[in-house]
Structure formats: structure tokens, C-alpha cells
T-cell receptor, first 113, second 113 residues
Framework: ETGVTQSPTHLIKTRGQQVTLRCSSQ?????VSWYQQALGQGPQFIFQ???????GRGNFPPRFSGLQFPNYSSELNVNALELDDSALYLC????????????FGPGTRLTVT | LAKTTQPISMDSYEGQEVNITCSHN???????ITWYQQFPSQGPRFIIQ???TKVTNEVASLFIPADRKSSTLSLPRFSLSDTAVYYC??????????????FGAGTRLAVHP
């Protein structure tokens, strides 16, 4: 059974640029959630996708967008990058149940300069 | 979703049992209590989940009193490799409609030899 994988591991971007982060779900999982974790803080929920549809969103602006593909892999896109977007971005996959355990990937460390 | 309060940090010694208490005074009837563990540069990892009374697995025990306004994570025979941040979360109830995890700042657990 393959776990959740994310790419790239690290990324450096300039303010105003756009970035795409990728996530491959654990086999058999149809739900993907994205979280942003600033240094020293807990992860903050960005949004969740279930069967290719956005299924819920946290308090993040529209420049944070996502996609989920038929194979349940996912992308997180961030436009017009700001310095405060520097963080660890975590992807988590799960089954669709409301209390099901979420399996996290190792994250992508994004630095915006 | 209910807010949780837990110690910012705790110290323990190798081989001892560690107990972390979390307060969640506004927990809803349908909410579950879940604990995650996060090592540096890794995504959070599910430890245990419960609704009431006591739950035990191969890693930890979770004690939940009748009023469910708090919970205690018990980690037996703590080792240096267990040094991590531990998060207490409540939610996942049916009212949410989707599985969104709300993380607080967590408890930084340091183990001394």
C-alpha cells in the first residue's frame, strides 16, 4: 500500500508568482484535504475535495485553488504569492467518512521571497 | 467546531508514562476527539480517536469523562523517539458535512534521558 506523497519537497518562489503543488493520495482514498502550516503553528485547513468536487473550504482567499483528478490525486494552486504564504503545505487523504482518519504526506516547504 | 486548550509544552523522562490533558468545553454531541502526533519536517500522524469512556490501541490510551469536556491522552513508557508535537482535535461530527480537521497549537513534548 503506497502512502501519501507530495511534490516538490521544497520550493522557492518570488512574491507575485504562481505555484502548483501536487499530491498523490493513498490507494483507495477518495478524499483529499490541504493544510497550511506556518512555522511553530498547527496546520490550518485550506479546502477539501471529494470525488473531484470541492467539499469544504477554510478561511483562505480565492487565490488558493485546487483540483482533484479522477485517480484522486490533487493539486493546490496559489496565485499572486505573498510573503506570508511561506509555509509547509500538507496534503491528507482519507475515505469519505466524516470521522475517518486522515493520512498526511510529508509536505511541501514553500518559501516566498 | 469546538476549540481545544492544551498545554503548550511538557517535559518527561524516558520510560515514564506521559499524560496530556485537553479541554474542549464546547464539544458538540456528534463530535469525536482525535489526537495526532507530528515529528519535525513530517506531516501529522493519527494516534487515537474516541467518543466517550476509554479507548486503547497499541500506541496510546484515551480517557474521556462522562461530560466529554476534556480528554487525556496517555502514552506509556515514553522514549526519546516520541519527542514530537501532540495535537488534540474535536469535530468530525455530522453537522460539519465534511471531514475538516481543526488544529490548535499543540503540545510540544520533550523527553529527557
Amino acid at each position: 500500500e503506497t502512502g501519501v506523497t507530495q511534490s516538490p519537497t521544497h520550493l522557492i518562489k518570488t512574491r507575485g508568482q504562481q505555484v502548483t503543488l501536487r499530491c498523490s493520495s493513498q490507494s483507495g482514498h477518495n478524499t483529499v484535504s490541504w493544510y497550511q502550516q506556518a512555522l511553530g503553528q498547527g496546520p490550518q485547513f485550506i479546502f477539501q475535495y471529494y470525488r473531484e468536487e470541492e467539499n469544504g473550504r477554510g478561511n483562505f482567499p480565492p487565490r488558493f485553488s485546487g483540483l482533484q483528478f479522477p485517480n484522486y490525486s490533487s493539486e493546490l494552486n496559489v496565485n499572486a504569492l505573498e510573503l506570508d504564504d511561506s509555509a509547509l503545505y500538507l496534503c491528507a487523504s482519507s475515505l469519505s467518512g466524516y470521522k475517518d482518519e486522515q493520512y498526511f504526506g510529508p509536505g511541501t516547504r514553500l518559501t516566498v521571497t | 467546531l469546538a476549540k481545544t486548550t492544551q498545554p503548550i509544552s511538557m517535559d518527561s523522562y524516558e520510560g515514564q508514562e506521559v499524560n496530556i490533558t485537553c479541554s474542549h468545553n464546547n464539544i458538540a454531541t456528534n463530535d469525536y476527539i482525535t489526537w495526532y502526533q507530528q515529528f519535525p519536517s513530517q506531516g501529522p500522524r493519527f494516534i487515537i480517536q474516541g467518543y466517550k469512556t476509554k479507548v486503547t490501541n497499541e500506541v496510546a490510551s484515551l480517557f474521556i469523562p462522562a461530560d466529554r469536556k476534556s480528554s487525556t491522552l496517555s502514552l506509556p513508557r515514553f522514549s526519546l523517539s516520541d519527542t514530537a508535537v501532540y495535537y488534540c482535535l474535536v469535530g468530525g461530527g455530522l453537522s460539519g458535512g465534511y471531514n475538516k480537521l481543526i488544529f490548535g497549537a499543540g503540545t510540544r513534548l520533550a523527553v529527557h534521558p
